[in-house]
């Protein structure tokens, strides 16, 4: 009996030892994020579509709240986003501007190739392509944040990846850059 008692006192013991061994051990390998870089990942898209060069937001997010990178990356978010990040970062609304904005792009299908097999659509993390199966597939560009997933995905290689020209359609007026100045 006693050796029973023993034996659970030194179990106990090791898992106390353990548990606040652990303990130290996260706290002294917790990743630190600056509090600019939590406020920049809660206004990115969250679309994780790399275009901005990063694997995903919450890298952006501390590249920029680092100084690493610019405020302009995120295609998605466009100009508005951009200007919230300076905001945060508090730099002057013109520069987040500065320096070479990836082109946006947005997915487009050349349905003469299409076979309707609906990979595209699986993949499409803003499900922006319309179509049934084995019928064709097109893409709602207005929407799409130009990752450029269902380009892998799809098997006939039907998918291009083209720049979003500047129309009257597209010109973001509220953000134009007199409302800059
Ligand atoms: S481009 Fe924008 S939405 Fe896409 S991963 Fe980068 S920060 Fe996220
Ligand atoms: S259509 Fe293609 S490029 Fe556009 S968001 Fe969907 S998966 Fe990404
Ligand atoms: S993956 Fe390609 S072939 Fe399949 S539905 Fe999409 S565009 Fe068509």
Redesign the pocket.
């Known amino acids: 009996m006693l050796q029973l008692v023993i034996g659970i006192v030194i179990f106990a013991a090791v898992g106390a030892v353990a548990g606040v061994f652990l303990s130290w051990l996260s706290g002294k390998f917790r990743v630190q994020e600056s509090p600019a870089a939590d406020r920049i990942y809660e206004i990115l898209p969250h679309t994780e579509c790399g275009q901005c060069g990063h694997p995903g937001c919450r890298p952006y997010a501390n590249a920029v709240a680092d100084g690493k990178d610019a405020c302009n990356k995120c295609i998605p978010g466009g100009r508005e986003t951009a200007l919230e990040i300076a905001k945060i970062m508090g730099i002057d609304p013109a520069e987040a501007e500065t320096g070479e904005a990836p082109a946006p792009g947005a997915a487009f ?3 003469s ?9 699986t993949v499409c993390p803003v499900d922006c ?1 319309v ?1 049934a199966s084995r019928m ?2 097109t893409v709602i560009r207005k929407d799409c944040t130009g990752c450029g997933k ?1 380009v892998k ?7 291009i990846m083209d720049e979003i020209k500047e129309s009257p359609e597209s010109w973001d007026y509220e953000f134009s850059e007199e409302s800059l100045r």
């Open positions: 299908i050349d349905e190739r299409c076979i309707g097999c609906g990979k595209c659509q392509i179509g064709k597939h269902c995905a799809c098997p006939t290689e039907c998918i």
